[in-house]
């Protein structure tokens, strides 16, 4: 908000920091990926929204209103190479033969008792948010070193730094991916690809409370007999409740854009202050 002489106030102009950017956003048929894709389709940029469900990528297409000639949605399953390959080449292809950001915030959910998880079920959380994340990366680089002040968005989680009970598979996961986030900005810092990370936490979405559209975003699913006792301090200290989706895409919508054009090779959190 802007003060008059008057002492009136007059709404802020538009951010448009994405009017000549190029986006791929994985998720982006629910939650905090759709929403991501929302926000840089509304600061004006070409945006391609990525999902394996196809109902998921009917919901952003419809929510994007007046943007949606801007917006190109295709099907991709992170976990699976070859449907990497065919996405990445489509959406390069939608946005012109470009690409100048990435935001990788596909990804599962699973909880359990650790002594009764299976090893099928522990590799599949690993496969889809960790394996699926340096595929996306790796298949997006050649693209990227052609683009425009290039960035890359990964999702890690405040489970990959605090006691999150139940979810020892997630945890590894979201820990991998923001170890891979350092590497990966070491690596390209020269390129001029710029990797960083957020972390969300007590956020409330699709992947949170199990009503994702997406079939790569459900609900964490709390064994039966969960000691509720140890989620007492996962609660936000600014006392606002869990945050919507929207509170995280803004931030991303920050970190990929000219905004955060001296950020890389480091993580935000953004949980309301439940972790200090």
Known sequence: MSTTPTGTHT????LTRYANRRAL?????????????????????????ADVSEAGLADTLRKAGEHAERLTTVRLDVSDEASVRTAMASAVAALGGGLDVLVNAAGILRSSHTHETTLDAFNRVL??????????????????????????????STSAMFAHPYMAAYAASKGGIQSM???????YASQGIRFTAVQPGSIASGMTDGSG???????????????????????PALGQG??????????????????????TGTEVRVDGGTHF
Request: net charge negative; no cysteine; aromatic share 4%.
């Open 25 to 49: 956003v994985t998720g982006g048929g629910s939650g905090i990926g759709q929403a991501t894709a929302l926000r840089m389709l509304a600061e004006g940029g070409r945006v391609v929204a």
């Open 127 to 156: 496969h889809v948010n960790l394996t699926g994340t340096f595929l996306m990366i790796r298949e997006a680089i050649p693209a990227l070193l052609a683009g425009n002040g290039p960035a890359v968005v990964n999702f890690s």
């Open 11 to 14: 709404p802020a102009a538009p």
């Open 242 to 263: 869990f945050a919507g989706p929207e509170t995280v895409a803004s931030v991303v919508a920050m970190l990929a854009s000219d905004d955060g054009r001296f950020i």
């Open 181 to 187: 986030t350092h590497a990966l900005a070491s690596e």
């Open 213 to 235: 559209a997406s079939g790569q975003s459900t609900g964490p699913g709390l064994p039966a007999d969960a000691d509720m006792a140890l989620f007492a301090k996962l609660s």
